[in-house]
C-alpha cells in the first residue's frame, strides 16, 4: 500500500514526455481569453429612468440605517443632490421630508447638524412643500425642546430658527397662525422662567422647569457655551415675538397687496380675494358643530376642569385652548395674560445679573422693548 501511493505521487512531479505533434490536453477550469472588446457592458449595472424611483427610495430608507456613519453618508449625498438642482420631477420630496423629521430627535450630533443644512437647502427651494408638513415638523420641533438631552434640546432651536426666517414669509405665517401659544409655551420653558400657567396647573410645567434648570446648569460645563446658547435663545425669542406680534403693525401701511399700486387696482382687492394661507376662518371655530364631542370627551373634560379648578390660586383658569392663534389680537392677548411677567422677570434677573456680559444684556434690553411695544399695542387693542 506504501509503494502503491509514493508512485501515485511521483507522478504529479514527473515530466510529461509528448509525441510529435500532440499537445498537453486543457484542464476542465480553463479560461477561454481569445477575444477582443473595448469596453465590457454588465447590464445588471445599467441605470435607467425606470428604476429612479427604487433608487431614490433605496436611498431614503438608508436614513434608518442603525450606523451613524450610514445616514451620514446619505445626507452628504442627498444635500450635493440638491446644490446640483440635480433632482428629477419624480423625487418623493415628501417621503425624504417625513424621513427628516424624526432626525431632529437623532441621538448623534452630526446628524443634526447636517439635516439643519438640509432643511435649510429645502426651505429655499421647496418652501410651499414644508408649509404642508410644517405641522408635522413643528410637532418634532416641540418634542425636541422637552427632551431629556440637553443636546437635542440646544438644537431644536435651531430648527425653529428655519421654520420662523423672515425672508420665508409664506413658512413663518403657516407656523404663527397654527402653533403660536405650543411654540411660545415651549420656549419659555425652555429658557427657564416663569409663566401665568404654573400659577394655576402646577402638574406638569414646574416639574419641567426645574428639570429643565438644573439639566441646564450641570449637563453645560461651558460657561462660554451656556452664554452663546442663552444669547441665541433670547434672539430667537425676541425675533420670534416680533414676527407673531408685531410684524403685521409695522407693516400696515406699507403696500402688501396682491397687486401694485401702479396697476390701478384698488386697495382693498386682496381681502377678496381668495386667501394665500389654509383655514382663514379656522379662528371662527366654525366646524365644531358639526363635530360634538363624544361622551367620553365631556367626561374628561368635566374631570379636567374640576382638577383645574382644585389647583387653581386665582377666580380664572388659564387654557391655551381658548386663545386662537389666527390673528394678531388674540397672540397678543395669550402673550400678555400667561407669559408677559414671567418673561419681564427673566430680562430684569439678565439685567441686574453681573456675571452677564454686555452682549447679553443688549439682547435682554431689546426683548424688553420689543415686549414693552406689544403691551402697548394690546393696552390699545383692549380699549378699541
Not at 403685521?248 to 397687496?257: L, P, Q, T
Request: proline fraction near 2%.
Amino acid at each position: 500500500m506504501a509503494s502503491r501511493s509514493k508512485t501515485k505521487k511521483q507522478k504529479d512531479f514527473e515530466k510529461v514526455r509528448l509525441k510529435v505533434g500532440k499537445t498537453v490536453t486543457k484542464s476542465s477550469n480553463v479560461t477561454n481569453t481569445a477575444f477582443q472588446s473595448k469596453s465590457i457592458r454588465v447590464k445588471s449595472q445599467l441605470l435607467s429612468s425606470q428604476t429612479d424611483d427604487q433608487e431614490y427610495l433605496r436611498l431614503l430608507s438608508l436614513l434608518k440605517h442603525h450606523s451613524p456613519s450610514s445616514r451620514h453618508e446619505v445626507l452628504v449625498q442627498i444635500e450635493r443632490y440638491i446644490e446640483k438642482n440635480d433632482f428629477h420631477n419624480n423625487f418623493p420630496f415628501d417621503q425624504l421630508i417625513s424621513k427628516l423629521k424624526s432626525l431632529i430627535l437623532d441621538q448623534s450630533k452630526i446628524i443634526r447638524e447636517r439635516c439643519m443644512i438640509i432643511f435649510h437647502k429645502l426651505a429655499d427651494a421647496k418652501t410651499e412643500l414644508l408649509v404642508l408638513h410644517q405641522s408635522s415638523i413643528v410637532l418634532f420641533v416641540l418634542s425636541g425642546m422637552s427632551h431629556i438631552s440637553q443636546s437635542i434640546r440646544d438644537d431644536s432651536v435651531r430648527f425653529l430658527d428655519i421654520l420662523i426666517g423672515s425672508h420665508r414669509p409664506i413658512l413663518t405665517n403657516a407656523v404663527m397662525r397654527d402653533h403660536w401659544g405650543k411654540i411660545l409655551r415651549s420656549l419659555i420653558q425652555l429658557i427657564g422662567w416663569r409663566s401665568g400657567e404654573q400659577e394655576h396647573s402646577t402638574l406638569q410645567s414646574t416639574s419641567f422647569r426645574v428639570t429643565t434648570n438644573t439639566a441646564t446648569l450641570t449637563s453645560i460645563k461651558s460657561a462660554t457655551a451656556r452664554r452663546h446658547q442663552r444669547l441665541f435663545q433670547l434672539k430667537l425669542l425676541r425675533r420670534f415675538l416680533e414676527l407673531g406680534a408685531l410684524r403685521a403693525s409695522r407693516h400696515e401701511n406699507k403696500s402688501d397687496h396682491i397687486f401694485p399700486q401702479e396697476s390701478q387696482i384698488h386697495s382693498t382687492t386682496s381681502a377678496y380675494m381668495i386667501p394665500s394661507g389654509t383655514d382663514p376662518y379656522g379662528n371662527l371655530k366654525l366646524l365644531r358643530f358639526f363635530n360634538p364631542r363624544t361622551c367620553l370627551e365631556v367626561r374628561m373634560l368635566k374631570c379636567k376642569e374640576t382638577r383645574l379648578k382644585d389647583c387653581a390660586q386665582k377666580t380664572t383658569n388659564v387654557n391655551l385652548e381658548d386663545y386662537s392663534s389666527h390673528d394678531l389680537i388674540n397672540r397678543r392677548k395669550l402673550l400678555m395674560e400667561i407669559y408677559y411677567e414671567g418673561i419681564l422677570e427673566g430680562i430684569t434677573e439678565i439685567l441686574n445679573d453681573d456675571d452677564s456680559d454686555s452682549e447679553l444684556k443688549l439682547s435682554a434690553s431689546s426683548l424688553e422693548r420689543v415686549l414693552k411695544e406689544i403691551a402697548l399695542l394690546h393696552n390699545e387693542d383692549m380699549y378699541n
